[in-house]
């Protein structure tokens, strides 16, 4: 994700803000016993550098999906931004996964970018008819505008809002500056969201710390975050995203989706497996920790 890059990180301050006020006041509401359900995946399956590592190295490419899902649970299914997916392709992506994986499909960029909102109802109903048929395995869609959809454009939004069926989760990804400057604009934002039980994504990534606005709408939080090569700053900044987490769970959090970002996604997956174990010491989880294949090194048997 080239959003927020930057080649220089030395002077970036990584804390992780606190929570907005009524983060914890929207949290209460929804306390009750039991442990949370927790995703934590990546935004792509199919990576040649994972083949020996966390894929077997005799795996066939068009099997990725297959040993992905084997491995996390849960994708942030960035293709559906590109184009929508035919009913083939979904029955092949809901197939090739365990009960309890889930797909985050992007909306696609004919709706969120290359058009106004108002104008793409019939876009919007054949993508979201499409990605119904992910059936159980459907998660939370998310909404990414782009920079230039400003506050101005609520109207547009909560109308937009309006049409997604019930059934199709939501998350909504801003990054208009004026959405985290402007108090009101923010405040009337996140009224919007909670009134059609519409959640929020929180980006976490060096060139832009004012994305990480720390206000949930719903019970569920979709996180992306962004790493820089594993540079040690990555691992402390899980470190504080567990702790958050922790406070979130103890206080109503029922649902979380964590996507880990790093440059070409090389080490996307050494980072992930870093904050699963995390979670379950920290937050006393039981998710199942992705296997790595070590490959035998030739002559180690002689």
């Known amino acids: 994700m080239d ?45 040649k550098s994972w083949v020996g590592s966390i894929y077997p190295a005799t795996m066939r490419e068009k099997d990725s999906l297959l040993w992905y899902a084997r491995q996390f649970n849960t994708i942030e299914l960035n293709s559906t931004h590109y184009h929508i997916p035919g009913d083939t392709t979904i029955d092949r992506w809901r197939n090739s996964v365990p009960k309890g994986f889930k797909f985050c499909p992007k909306f696609p960029q004919l709706i969120s970018h290359e058009n106004k909102l108002g104008t793409t109802q019939s876009i919007t109903a054949a993508f979201c008819e499409a990605i119904a048929g992910l059936e159980d395995n459907l998660g939370s869609s998310f909404l990414q505008l782009p920079p230039y959809f400003s506050p101005h454009q609520l109207p547009d939004l909560e109308e937009f809002l309006k049409f997604i069926p019930e059934t199709i989760p939501v998350a909504v990804e801003l990054r208009h500056h004026d959405w985290f400057t402007d108090n009101v604009a923010s405040l009337e934002l996140f009224e919007v969201l909670e009134k059609y039980n519409i959640g929020t994504v ?21 996180v992306r975050f962004v790493g820089n090569a594993l540079h040690p700053t990555d691992y402390k900044r899980i470190d504080a995203w567990v702790e958050r987490l922790k406070l979130w769970f103890d206080t109503g959090l029922q649902q979380v989706y964590f996507f880990v970002h790093e440059p070409d996604n090389t080490f996307a997956p050494d980072l992930a497996i870093y904050l699963i174990e995390k979670l379950n010491k920290v937050c006393g989880l039981d998710l199942k920790v992705p296997k790595k294949y070590v490959q035998p090194v030739q002559g180690e048997l002689f």
């Not at 992780?16 to 306390?31: A, C, E, G």
């Not at 929180?202 to 979709?222: E, F, K, Q």
């Open 202 to 222: 929180l980006t976490d990534v060096a060139g832009r710390r004012d994305v990480l606005h720390m206000r949930l709408t719903t019970a569920t939080a979709m």
């Open 3 to 47: 959003f927020g890059k930057l080649e220089n990180i030395t002077n970036v301050d990584f804390t992780l803000p606190p929570d907005h006020p009524d983060t914890q006041v929207l949290l209460s509401k929804y306390k009750q016993p039991g442990k949370p359900e927790v995703y934590i995946g990546l935004p792509v399956w199919v990576n």
